[in-house]
């Protein structure tokens, strides 16, 4: 019965978005990553990362991260400026030991901004933190 599922509360997992200059493509993007805050490993992370707006949508990725140790940190992506009017969706899911996870960011328009940078101690970098 539903009653009977135990969905635990997720902790320590974190997203940021973090300026930085693209070489590649001579322009300023926002990187974004997974930081791993809690006391213990989460494995076997798989992220679903889409956005979309009113009348336009960005392609479904998916991507896997094998463990991400405390204290520790792994990069998912880069946003390019336009797709920051996006609303931005990262669901996230993984194990710590035998028990399973899930954790939905949403990065609503507007809400990465050079206004909202802050230090972030576990990237050791300046960026927009999400819980």
Not at 101 to 122: D, H
Request: proline share 3%; no cysteine; net charge negative.
């Amino acid at each position: 019965m539903k009653k009977d599922i135990k969905i635990p509360e997720p902790e320590g997992l974190y997203l940021a978005a973090v300026r930085t200059f693209n070489e590649e493509l001579g322009e300023n993007v926002w990187d974004i990553f997974l930081l791993n805050a809690g006391q213990n490993v989460k494995e076997t992370m798989m992220i679903v990362l889409r956005g979309y707006s009113e009348d336009k949508k960005t392609s479904v990725m998916r991507k896997k991260l094998e463990a991400l140790q405390p204290g520790s940190f792994g990069r998912l992506e880069f946003l390019r400026e336009e797709l920051l009017d996006f609303r931005n969706e990262y669901l996230v899911t993984w194990f710590e030991g035998s028990v399973m996870y899930e954790k939905n960011f949403v990065l609503e328009p507007g809400q990465v901004s050079e206004e909202q940078i802050e230090w972030i101690a576990t990237l050791g970098m300046a960026g927009v933190l999400f819980s």
